[in-house]
């Protein structure tokens, strides 16, 4: 049976900064999921836990939406992460890369700095693929019903994308059946729960139990879904 497990950011927080940098200097967090499912909020308020232990010091998001070079890049936009991002921080070293304007349909020429930081946040479609995963501090999987997804995508970018949303969910689909990452991610959060709780300070981790039974444990309450 899999149930939903109440965590803190905050202590999740403070589980990447205990863990070994294997980026380089850097801790690489990735929130990988299907489109709609929450990754941006995961990722945001991950993000804000962090910067309350590092003093104020936010640590750096890059969302691979911005690296898409349109609709039709999605999985293959990785040599442009690769190249000004992943490379220069697995040699200490800053990166930096260019954000792809949706409306303009043009990556802007102004580049967006990646500092070298004690963590860095990767979050989007493919994220916590095969090729990093053993460079990753911590991959999470965010996932949410596929009709929740479409209604949330459609409610965000208007009704005109439904035909690239479409070929969109055919793509990921068949990525993560051959990727196989929410199987390899070691955090699978619900991006749709029903459980009431302040989502700003927690999320909830979908875990398997063999029984139905309810009972609190150490790092979340355990509730049946």
Known sequence: MTVAVVEAYATLARRVLARPARL????????????????????????????ALAGGRRPPVVHTDDL????YDQLTFWPRL???????????????????????RAFLP???PVPVAPVLLLEGVSAARAVIRPELSLAVFVTAP??????????????????ELRRWHAGERVHFATDATAVHAELLVDGAPRLPHD???????????????????????????
């Open 24 to 51: 380089g200097r850097t801790r690489l967090v990735s929130v990988d999921g299907p489109s709609g499912a929450g990754k941006s909020h995961f990722t945001a308020r991950l993000a804000d836990a962090l910067t």
């Open 68 to 71: 898409l070079d349109g609709w």
């Open 82 to 104: 690769e190249e000004g991002v992943l490379a220069p921080l697995r040699a200490a070293q800053p990166g930096a890369y260019h954000r792809y304007n949706w409306s303009r």
């Open 110 to 112: 102004r580049p967006v």
């Open 146 to 163: 596929a009709d929740l997804r479409l209604t949330r995508a459609v409610a965000r970018d208007g009704p005109g994308i439904l035909p």
């Open 199 to 225: 989502a700003d300070r927690y999320y909830l981790r979908l875990a398997g139990r063999r029984t139905g039974r309810v009972r609190t444990g150490k790092g979340g309450i355990r509730c049946r879904s």
